[in-house]
């Protein structure tokens, strides 16, 4: 149904901003919850950010304040908007989709992106 390509990823020194940028085909995209997941070297995946199709929004502790998501149905885009980055926030950063909110939690989105490398350096 979906299929998502990402962009935006790069090498950005700390205190910088990145946005990251997620295309979306199908034509069920404004039905399903879109987030943002990272794993970094020798840690486990995890989800910094989601939004559900009518526009709730969750974030990680550590990145709250920070990061901004976002969704333009009408484009089929979503945004993971990354200021004030720390060495920390290096990853690889995923976009994925689901039907709810509640399987982006558990980590079982069914739509991912390729992913994309974000490095901070201090």
């Known amino acids: 149904q979906v299929q998502l390509v990402e962009s935006g990823g790069g090498l950005v020194q700390a205190g910088g901003s990145l946005r990251l940028s997620c295309a979306a085909s199908?034509?069920?995209?404004?039905?399903?919850?879109m987030g943002w997941f990272r794993q970094a070297p020798e840690k486990k995946r995890e989800l910094v950010a989601y939004i559900s199709r009518r526009g709730t929004t969750y974030y990680t502790d550590s990145v709250k304040g920070r990061f901004t998501i976002s969704r333009d149905n009408a484009k089929n885009m979503v945004y993971l908007q990354m200021n004030s980055l720390k060495p920390e926030d290096t990853a690889v950063y995923y976009c994925?989709?689901?039907?709810?909110?509640?399987?982006?939690?558990?980590?079982?989105?069914?739509?991912w992106g390729q992913g994309t490398q974000v490095t901070v350096s201090s």
């Open positions: 199908g034509r069920t995209f404004s039905t399903i919850a």
């Open positions: 994925a989709g689901d039907l709810t909110p509640g399987a982006l939690i558990a980590g079982t989105g069914d739509y």
